[in-house]
T-cell receptor, first 114, second 109 residues
Framework: ETGVTQTPRHLVMGMTNKKSLKCEQHLGHNAMYWYKQSAKKPLELMFV???????ENNSVPSRFSPECPNSSHLFLHLHTLQPEDSALYLC?????????????FGPGTRLTVL | GQNIDQPTEMTATEGAIVQINCTYQTSGFNGLFWYQQHAGEAPTFLSYNVLDGLEEKGRFSSFLSRSKGYSYLLLKELQMKDSASYLCAVRDSNYQLIWGAGTKLIIKP
């Protein structure tokens, strides 16, 4: 039990579909993150939210649209995706304070774009 | 550019010891992390080093040398459940985490 949940766990979508990924953390953390994990590649940071404010957008294509309505919930809205967007999408949270500020990850959503 | 290097894959025998190395070149240094990730699961935190030396936690130890830009994760008394990917990550001067691609560890009976 990591305290960070993600739904759905698996998603198959066509390039013209619109879907959303959901992340919820039950740890009382203040910062939330979206990562993309492709096979044999380093984790790619996509977006960071601190106290519901977006503080990082690592040149992510506009077909990915994040939303953070409160400190416990994070969404990733997907539209007009490409096959190369197929990957594992991980959500993480941290306290957002100094020190180790360890990242707690959710189990991820395995996304396949046809 | 910033870079983290670790071996792609390693194989070890149950009951043995294995050392997974990580070298890094980053803009500044504010700590190094090791995470374990079983296939299809979330990465989970293993260790954090910010000062030089060895941190021991049960069967797992992590070592850091900041002057050499080098760390290793040492796993003792290997068990089959230790089969997983091990991710090295460094926090740079901007407090951003730079991740390695991970080392897939295969444990054989």
């Amino acid at each position: 039990e990591t305290g960070v949940t993600q739904t759905p766990r698996h998603l198959v979508m066509g390039m013209t579909n619109k879907k959303s990924l959901k992340c919820e953390q039950h740890l009382g953390h203040n910062a939330m993150y979206w990562y993309k994990q492709s096979a044999k590649k380093p984790l790619e940071l996509m977006f960071v939210y601190n106290f519901k404010e977006q503080t990082e957008n690592n040149s992510v294509p506009s077909r990915f649209s994040p939303e953070c309505p409160n400190s416990s919930h994070l969404f990733l809205h997907l539209h007009t995706l490409q096959p190369e967007d197929s990957a594992l999408y991980l959500c993480a949270s941290t306290t957002g304070t100094s020190g180790p500020d360890t990242q707690y990850f959710g189990p991820g959503t395995r996304l396949t774009v046809l | 550019g910033q870079n983290i290097d670790q071996p792609t894959e390693m194989t070890a025998t149950e009951g043995a010891i294995v050392q997974i190395n990580c070298t890094y070149q980053t803009s500044g240094f504010n700590g190094l992390f090791w995470y374990q990730q079983h296939a299809g699961e979330a990465p989970t935190f293993l260790s954090y080093n910010v000062l030089d030396g060895l941190e021991e936690k049960g069967r797992f130890s992590s070592f850091l040398s900041r002057s050499k830009g080098y760390s290793y994760l040492l796993l003792k008394e290997l068990q089959m459940k230790d089969s997983a990917s091990y991710l090295c990550a460094v926090r740079d001067s901007n407090y951003q985490l730079i991740w390695g691609a991970g080392t897939k560890l295969i444990i054989k009976p």
